[in-house]
T-cell receptor, first 116, second 115 residues
Framework: GAGVSQSPRYKVTKRGQDVALRCDPI?????LYWYRQALGQGPEFLTY????????KSGLPNDRFSAERPEGSISTLTIQRTEQRDSAMYRC??????????????FGSGTRLTVV | AQTVTQSQPEMSVQEAETVTLSCTYD???????LFWYKQPPSRQMILVIR??????QNATENRFSVNFQKAAKSFSLKISDSQLGDTAMYFC????????????FGQGTELSVKP
């Protein structure tokens, strides 16, 4: 697609429910990143993929968080048994590959998750 | 571990004036990139300017320029001829060359441009 697409734009869920957030990167982009941004804070790295391989998941806060990118394109970030502290904007970004870092990368509009 | 610090939570500037946003970072590595991202009220993340650590020349993009002081680990953003559309949150970010593009962001500076 023309840009990085994330869905849903907004998600309200009850505490304890599981949620799945979707990211559709720019077509052909090798690298895909997930960030979490709390209100009034800078984005915080969660995980990233090159193709379908998860290269770094050091930012995932605990084992309730997981991500996959099975075919090297669309990625899903799943949060199990959501808690109120999970409320944040979840952003996805993609880039042509690590060697293109000098150009930065393209962020999606984000999914605002609210856990009530 | 790498850290990025923006010590100015909020700043304001009059339209057409110049403003400088501060950013310092901490790393023991030599090969890295530095970025400034803009987040307007729409909450998009827009790349403003980037700097590669091995380049001594400061990056410039139209009204935006940086003052990169590698020894001091400082990377400030100067906005000249400020415009109302520059009103936004500005984030400084750092990425090591060999960590796959993982960005580390500062806390942000909220800039208001006043008419």
């Amino acid at each position: 697609g023309a840009g990085v697409s994330q869905s849903p734009r907004y998600k309200v869920t009850k505490r304890g429910q599981d949620v799945a957030l979707r990211c559709d990167p720019i077509s052909g982009h090798v690298s895909l990143y997930w960030y979490r941004q709390a209100l009034g804070q800078g984005p915080e790295f969660l995980t990233y993929f090159n193709y379908e391989a998860q290269q770094d998941k050091s930012g995932l806060p605990n084992d309730r968080f997981s991500a996959e990118r099975p075919e090297g394109s669309i990625s899903t970030l799943t949060i199990q048994r959501t808690e109120q502290r999970d409320s944040a904007m979840y952003r996805c970004a993609s880039s042509p590959g690590q060697g293109y870092l000098a150009n930065g990368y393209t962020f999606g509009s984000g999914t605002r998750l609210t856990v009530v | 571990a790498q850290t990025v610090t923006q010590s100015q939570p909020e700043m304001s500037v009059q339209e057409a004036e110049t403003v400088t946003l501060s950013c310092t970072y901490d790393t023991s590595e030599n090969n890295y990139y530095l970025f400034w991202y803009k987040q307007p009220p729409s909450r998009q993340m827009i790349l403003v300017i980037r700097q590669e650590a091995y380049k001594q020349q400061n990056a410039t993009e139209n009204r935006f320029s940086v003052n990169f002081q590698k020894a001091a680990k400082s990377f400030s953003l100067k906005i000249s001829d400020s415009q109302l559309g520059d009103t936004a949150m500005y984030f400084c970010a750092f990425a090591l060359y060999n960590q796959g593009g993982k960005l580390i962001f500062g806390q942000g500076t909220e800039l208001s441009v006043k008419p």
